[in-house]
């Protein structure tokens, strides 16, 4: 029986509880939500940004499945409803008999939307990667960014790192002695640049985004070739007042708002990457054109006093990278990826300079995630 992509209903439930059995008893971690609403974006109250699921049925059995996110992005200065393509899951990662499932899920998705991007996938090496590469889609490495703030507890806990005895020991050495601390507080010193206006802006902790959040989108809009469209009503949407995870702040200079950006402060348990560090993560932001600088060295201002051991922050934005050099972050190796279908590609030509004019954070990618 051939295989057909159906939108997720209630009776479909139960295969899919099967579907995500089948996946653990393989060892597989990924699952597909347990429930036909998504938990994230529910499609409400006529909303501009809402989520889909849809399911791959050899019968009545579930063999993989989508969500597909709709939101409007303003494109080489049109606006249109793009589509993020997040969590396909294919029963061919256990069983080759149904290898073709991911094609199919991809194909599916690029009918109901061809403006099609996705983001994080976790590097090029991934198998959702690879094969996206290969149907012609093109893909870039979105900038990764970090600020270490408290470098001795760092270094003992940065397990991505300490990945070796001599890297241990070398790390222990440098914390014991405070070496390490002295080498990284020096290099942020040096790479620091609180400008004048920078220091006089004025930082305030805010519970939702209202009219001026529209006002000063439609300022810097003109300069994005590939940016969601950052509204009021999205921004409530994506980061609510009641989700207390989320430190959102406004950035005004001279009385007049200039910039916001969301802060998430997690603290970790015993992480494969981060061990028990806090680690904040500057979500999303914004900013008039020319005061990027002001906003991100606010988050990162934000962060400290949420006692973050260490900052992180994808940008894509050659605006954002510059403004994450000026706040004292360093740049490492990234495994965010940002894929964009052929013809959503076609309209950010030229391919070598994709990223150019491109705003992308992790604010928009699967959700409220640390990382």
């Known amino acids: 029986m051939p295989v057909v992509i159906v939108p997720y209903t209630r009776e479909h439930v ?179 640049k609180r400008t004048v206006r920078a220091v006089q802006c004025r930082v305030t902790r805010i519970e939702r985004f209202d009219e001026w959040a529209d006002t000063l989108w439609q300022r810097p809009v003109g300069d994005f070739k590939f940016a969601a469209v950052r509204g009021s009503e999205v921004l409530n949407t994506l980061y609510p007042a009641a989700d207390v995870r989320f430190v959102k702040l406004k950035v005004t200079v001279a009385e007049a708002e200039v910039g916001w950006a969301v802060v998430l402060v997690t603290r970790m348990a015993d992480n494969k990457f981060f061990g028990s560090m806090i680690v904040a993560t500057v979500v999303d932001n914004a900013a008039s054109a020319g005061y990027e600088n002001e906003v991100m060295l606010a988050a990162a201002d934000i962060a400290v006093d949420q006692r973050a051991d260490l900052i992180v922050t994808n940008q894509s934005h050659e605006n954002w990278g510059r403004a994450c050099d000026s706040a004292g972050f360093l740049r490492g190796p990234s495994n965010f990826i940002f894929a964009a279908s052929p013809q959503l590609a076609a309209k950010l030509a030229p391919p070598e300079g994709m990223l150019n004019g491109v705003h992308l954070t992790r604010g928009d990618g699967d959700g409220p995630i640390h990382l």
């Open 14 to 192: 139960e295969a899919v509880r099967e579907f995500n059995g089948r996946l653990r008893v393989a060892g597989i971690t990924m699952r597909f939500p347990e429930s036909e609403i998504p938990a994230w974006l529910p499609k409400c109250d006529n909303r501009s940004i809402y989520q889909e699921h849809f399911l791959a049925l050899d019968g009545q059995t579930v063999r993989g499945g989508y969500i597909l996110k709709h939101q409007i992005f303003t494109v080489s200065g049109q606006t249109v409803s793009v589509g993020n393509y997040q969590l396909p899951i294919s029963e061919g990662v256990i069983d080759k008999h149904y290898g073709l499932v991911g094609l199919i899920l991809l194909n599916d998705a690029l009918k109901r939307n061809p403006l099609l991007y996705s983001l994080g996938i976790g590097g090029h090496q991934e198998s959702l990667a690879r094969l996206l590469k290969g149907m012609g889609w093109k893909l870039f490495t979105v900038p990764f960014f970090f600020r270490i703030c408290h470098p001795v507890t760092f270094l003992r806990n940065i397990r991505h790192l300490r990945n070796s005895w001599w890297r241990r020991l070398a790390f222990d050495l440098l914390a014991f002695t405070g070496a390490g601390w002295i080498t990284l507080s020096a290099w942020r010193l040096l790479t620091m």
